[in-house]
């Protein structure tokens, strides 16, 4: 498995995640439990990705400016997140919050996996691109398991 595959893995559960999540109505039990999965999943995927995809990509011209910009979205996506736990779940104001939040979650996947994975293809050897899977994965079970 290459960094790419291994982090399309974990797109496909945020997205899911995020779609099931703006379904939900009021401050029941599905709206909670899918609230922590998506937060848990956003926070050891970012952790992960940033450290075994993003920090090596930096160190080159091509994927510096993208890799900044990612890591970015994923400070925009925290705020989202500590909006929602500031919010009542049964309050109008966190299915508008959640929504933003799945829009920004689905625009930086797409946005990685049209744009930045392409890019990264050509600064990373395959060796590369396999060794940082595994870390990539070992890291996304440590942060998984820390909270």
């Given at each position: ?58 160190a080159h011209d091509m994927t510096q400016e993208p890799s900044r ?79």
């Open positions: 498995m290459n960094i790419f595959e291994a982090l399309r893995v974990s797109h496909e559960t945020q997205r899911s995640l995020a779609d099931h999540l703006i379904k939900t109505a009021g401050d029941s039990p599905d709206r909670e439990t899918l609230f922590r999965e998506l937060k848990l999943e956003l926070a050891a995927h970012a952790a992960a990705e940033e450290r075994f995809f993003y920090v090596p990509l930096i910009h990612g890591i970015a979205e994923h400070h925009e996506m925290d705020k989202l997140v500590q909006q929602l736990e500031e919010t009542d779940f049964s309050s109008p104001g966190w299915l508008a919050t959640a929504k933003e939040l799945h829009h920004k979650i689905f625009h930086h996947l797409e946005d990685e996996e049209t744009s930045v994975f392409q890019l990264a293809g050509k600064v990373l050897t395959e060796a590369e691109k396999r060794s940082l899977a595994k870390d990539y994965e070992g890291e996304l079970v440590s942060q998984r398991t820390k909270v």
